[in-house]
T-cell receptor, first 114, second 114 residues
């Protein structure tokens, strides 16, 4: 069975600073990896996904993530954080080649200081 | 595209009462998922449907929980009788079901059982 670990429960950064959110996964085959963002009172919105090919994936809102098989990681990055990026971020791994069997990490809460 | 629509947004009920949560998936999506989100357990998949048929209900916590999808545009999640430990945010999500298609989430129903 697959699993996802997000080691950082809460991260605080200043507006304009760079951001990296960590995600480690465990899965026996090629993983299907996702990052979702959840704003207060909202559902989860897909930021980006990785299935195959280029290991650096671009997403919406200026986010990117890099798949590193050797480290079993799929870290999310943004070069310059905006106040509107404050939210909770979830990494997820899918099995079976679809989103139907997603396992979510526990989430990282991002606070952005002015 | 109206997105996944859930109702009600908030539900407060007393222990022992029946609760029904509703979901309208995105038109054309043939897979529907019910998730539960709590602080303690994070996001848990309860059940998912494909073409209105329940495929995997192994995440349904107890017999008090039941879900139906009578047609392609409507699903319900029912809890009877409800208990305080059922308090959580319940999300519905849908996907077109194509390989590599991500989940689209609704805004959730926040359930409080007193």
């Amino acid at each position: 069975a697959q699993s996802v670990t997000q080691p950082d429960i809460h991260i605080t950064v200043s507006e304009g600073a760079s951001l990296e959110l960590r995600c480690n996964y465990s899965y026996g085959a090629t993983p299907y990896l996702f990052w979702y963002v959840q704003s207060p009172g909202q559902g989860l919105q897909l930021l980006l996904k990785y299935f195959s090919g280029d290991t650096l994936v671009q997403g919406i809102k200026g986010f990117e993530a890099e798949f590193k098989r050797s480290q079993s990681s799929f870290n999310l990055r943004k070069p310059s954080v905006h106040w509107s990026d404050a939210a909770e971020y979830f990494c997820a791994v899918g099995a079976g080649g679809s989103a139907r069997q997603l396992t979510f990490g526990s989430g990282t809460q991002l606070t952005v200081l002015p | 595209d109206a997105g996944v629509i859930q109702s009600p947004r908030h539900e407060v009920t007393e222990m022992g009462q029946e609760v029904t949560l509703r979901c309208k998936p995105i038109s054309g999506h043939n897979s529907l998922f019910w998730y539960r989100q709590t602080m303690m357990r994070g996001l848990e998949l309860l059940i998912y449907f494909n073409n209105n048929v329940p495929i995997d209900d192994s995440g349904m916590p107890e017999d008090r929980f039941s879900a139906k999808m009578p047609n392609a545009s409507f699903s319900t999640l029912k809890i009877q009788p409800s208990e305080p430990r059922d308090s959580a945010v319940y999300f519905c999500a849908s996907t077109p079901g194509f390989y590599n298609s991500p989940l689209h989430f609704g805004n959730g129903t926040r359930l409080t059982v007193t």
